[in-house]
C-alpha cells in the first residue's frame, strides 16, 4: 500500500479539483491519499464518492491553522478519519474561512491601490478555476493568498509564486502582511476529536513545535507527521524518536499544492505503512484479527498464482474446478479461525457437511471465489468469510487478493475497504441506463426455470457483463461501478459475506430459497437459521438500491415473483 497523507485541493489553497487529485492519485499508483485541506471539510464527500468508484483509498482529514497563546506560535494540526459530515470541526473552521476570506480581499484592494494590475473577480476567477458545477456547489469561495499570487505570476507581475514578490508583498512589514486570527490549538485537537477524527501533529520540524508533544499527548494527539518535505534528516529522526517514546502514529506525505506551491509530487514521501495500518485500524481487535486472519489466506492464494494450478473439475463438470489451493486455503481458514473459537460452527464450500444447527456462532467461507479465474487468469478471484451469531449478521469480509483490496462489513458500523470507510450508494439509476453483470448461463437458467426471455436482458439495460467472481461482482456495486449482479447458480458461500458489506452501503439484495408449502426448488435445509445457509445453488440479486432491486424484479418476474426473499 503506498499513501500519500498530506494533500491539498483547490478546496483551500491547492490546485487539484477533485477530480484531477484522484486521476494523479491513480496514475501514481497510490492506495490513499489524505486530503487535508486547510480549515474545511467542503470537498471531501465528493473527492470520497470519485475516490470510491476509481478504487482509490481516501482518508477524509483537515489541516487546522491553530495557534498556542501561550508561545505565540502558528501550529498545524491534522485531523484524519473524520466522519462526513464532520460538525465539531467545522463549526471551529467555519470562521477560520470567514476571517481568511476577508483578509484576502483586504490584499486584493491594498494591491489594486498600489497599482497592481489584478481585480477580485479575477483572484475569485483564480480560485474556482476548472472546478466541476457540482464541485462549486460546495466550494464556499474562500480565497487564499495563493491564488492572489499565482495572479499576479499569470499577469506577469511575479515570476513565480514564492519569490521576491511574495516575500516583499506577504513578508515583515509588505503592504499584504499580517496573519488572521487562528483558533486555539486545544480547541482544534478537541474539536477533531469529539468528531471522532486521530489527531496529528503537522511537520513539528517547519513550526517548531517539538516541545508540544508530551502535553497535546496529554489532551489526546494520536500521532505526528514525520516525512515532510521541509523536515530535515535531523527532524525526521527528532520526530521518530518522540513517536516512539510517546508510541504515536508515524504519519507522512508531499504537502503537495499542484501547481500552487513549490513543486512537490503527488506519492514521493509517503507514510511508514506501520503508520498507515494503525491509522485505518478498526480499534476492535476481533475484527483486526479476522482481516488479518483474511489477508493472510489470500497471501497462501497469490502466492500460488505464480504456481502451475492444476484444477480438478467437480462431478465431471469442465466449468466447475476446485485446486489443492481452494483446500489449503479453506483449511488454513479453519485452523486460524478454529483455534480462537472452538465451539463455533462452519458452512465452507470445499467441506461438503453442512452444520447441524447454525444457531449460535457461525462462519461461512468460501476460501477461493471465482477459482475458474484463478487458474485461467490469475487475477478476479476473492478470500470471502462471514460471521453470524444466533442468525445475524456479525461481520463479513471480502478479500480481493491480486488487487489488495479488503472489503469489511459490520452491521451499523459501515463498509469499509483497507480500513478506509465507504459512502452510501447515491445515485438512482433507471435500468434502462444500468449495467448488470449476468452470465449466458445464468441467462439459460432463467428462461429454463422462470420463464424470462433473454431479450428482456439483453435489450433492457445499458450493458451487460460477467466477470466470473460473484463476490467481487457485488463490490463492484459496492463501488458505484457496476449497478446490479445477478446469478441462478450461486451459493451461501458465494455472496455471505459480499452482502454484509452491501447492505452497510443502502444496498439490497434477494435470494431465492424456495417455496416454503409447495418446496418446489428448495432443496436445502430451509430450516436452519438463515434460510439460505444451504449447499445448493440458486438466484441470488444484488442492486444498488431497493428500488433499483424492485424495478428489475418487476421487469423480469412479469408473471409473478419467484419465491424469493429480500436479505
Ligand atoms: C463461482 C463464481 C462465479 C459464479 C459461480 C460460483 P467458485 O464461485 O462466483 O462467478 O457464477 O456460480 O460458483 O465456485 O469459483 O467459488
Ligand atoms: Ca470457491
Redesign the pocket.
Known amino acids: 500500500m503506498i499513501a500519500d497523507l498530506h494533500v491539498h485541493t483547490r478546496f483551500s489553497d491547492g490546485s487539484y479539483t477533485a477530480r484531477e487529485l484522484v486521476v494523479e492519485a491513480k496514475r501514481k499508483n497510490l492506495s490513499h491519499v489524505a486530503v487535508v485541506d486547510h480549515d474545511t471539510t467542503a470537498g471531501l464527500p465528493i473527492i470520497a464518492s470519485l475516490a470510491q468508484r476509481a478504487g482509490l483509498g481516501m482518508i477524509p482529514g483537515v489541516e487546522i491553522s491553530a495557534f498556542d497563546t501561550r508561545t505565540s506560535r502558528k501550529i498545524h494540526l491534522l485531523g484524519y478519519r473524520l466522519p462526513l459530515p464532520a460538525p465539531h470541526v467545522e463549526a471551529l473552521c467555519a470562521p477560520i474561512r470567514e476571517r481568511r476570506n476577508a483578509r484576502t480581499r483586504e490584499q486584493v484592494q491594498a494591491l489594486l491601490e498600489a497599482g497592481y494590475p489584478i481585480t477580485l473577480e479575477e483572484v475569485e476567477e483564480i480560485a474556482a478555476d476548472s472546478f466541476s458545477p457540482e464541485e462549486l456547489d460546495v466550494w464556499e469561495g474562500v480565497l487564499f493568498k495563493q491564488h492572489v499570487m499565482e495572479l499576479l505570476v499569470k499577469k506577469g507581475a511575479a515570476s513565480r509564486m514564492y519569490g521576491d514578490l511574495y516575500r516583499v508583498l506577504f513578508k515583515d512589514d509588505g503592504i499584504c502582511a499580517g496573519d488572521i486570527e487562528y483558533v486555539d490549538l486545544f480547541e482544534a485537537l478537541a474539536a477533531i476529536r469529539a468528531d471522532g477524527g486521530v489527531a496529528v501533529l503537522a511537520h513539528p520540524g517547519q513550526q517548531e513545535s517539538f516541545d508540544l508533544i508530551p502535553e497535546l499527548v496529554e489532551a489526546g494527539l494520536a500521532g505526528i507527521e514525520v516525512f515532510h518535505p521541509d523536515h530535515s534528516p535531523e527532524d525526521t529522526a527528532r520526530a521518530r524518536a518522540l513517536a516512539e517514546d510517546f508510541d504515536l502514529i508515524e504519519v507522512g506525505g508531499t504537502d503537495d499544492h499542484g501547481t500552487f506551491g513549490s513543486p512537490r509530487r503527488l506519492g514521493e514521501i509517503t507514510a511508514p505503512e506501520a503508520g498507515l495500518d494503525r491509522l485505518l485500524s478498526f480499534d476492535d481487535d476481533e475484527v483486526e484479527w479476522l482481516v488479518k486472519t483474511v489477508r493472510s489466506a489470500g497471501d497462501l492464494a497469490r502466492r500460488a498464482t505464480t504456481d502451475g494450478i492444476d484444477p480438478k473439475l467437480k462431478a465431471g463438470d469442465i466449468r466447475?474446478?476446485?485446486t489443492a489451493h481452494?483446500m489449503a486455503v479453506e483449511g488454513y481458514l479453519r485452523d486460524a479461525i478454529g483455534s480462537r473459537h472452538p465451539d463455533h460452527t462452519f458452512l465452507t464450500?470445499e467441506d461438503e457437511t453442512l452444520p447441524e444447527s447454525t444457531a449460535g456462532p457461525a462462519w461461512i467461507i468460501?476460501?477461493?471465489?471465482?477459482?475458474?479465474?484463478?487458474v485461467s487468469a490469475g487475477t478476479y478471484?476473492a478470500v470471502s468469510v462471514a460471521r453470524w451469531d444466533g442468525g445475524e449478521p456479525v461481520v463479513g469480509v471480502v478479500y480481493d487478493v491480486m488487487a489488495d483490496e479488503c472489503y469489511v462489513g459490520i452491521p451499523n458500523r459501515g463498509a469499509f475497504c483497507n480500513g478506509v470507510p465507504l459512502l452510501p450508494l447515491e445515485r438512482p439509476l433507471p435500468l434502462e441506463a444500468s449495467v448488470i453483470e449476468v452470465?449466458s448461463?445464468?441467462m439459460r437458467r432463467l428462461k429454463r426455470d422462470f420463464g424470462v426471455e433473454t431479450k428482456q436482458i439483453r435489450k433492457s439495460f445499458r450493458a451487460q457483463r460477467?466477470?466470473?467472481?460473484?463476490?467481487?461482482?457485488v463490490i463492484r456495486v459496492i463501488r458505484g461501478t457496476l449497478d446490479i449482479y445477478l446469478?441462478a447458480?450461486?451459493?451461501a458461500?458465494?455472496h455471505a459475506a459480499a452482502n454484509i458489506v452491501l447492505r452497510e452501503v443502502g444496498g439490497a439484495a434477494v435470494v431465492e430459497i424456495g417455496d416454503e408449502e409447495t418446496g418446489e426448488r428448495s432443496h436445502g435445509e430451509a430450516s436452519t437459521s438463515p434460510p439460505w445457509f444451504r449447499r445448493d445453488?440458486g438466484l441470488f440479486i444484488a442492486a444498488r438500491d431497493r428500488a433499483t432491486l424492485d424495478a428489475l424484479l418487476a421487469h423480469l418476474f412479469r408473471s409473478g415473483r419467484p419465491p424469493v426473499t429480500f436479505l
Open positions: 466447475d474446478l476446485v481452494d464450500e468460501d476460501p477461493i471465489d471465482g477459482t475458474t479465474n484463478f478471484f452470465s448461463s445464468t460477467a466477470l466470473g467472481c460473484a463476490s467481487l461482482g446469478s447458480t450461486i451459493s458461500w458465494d445453488r
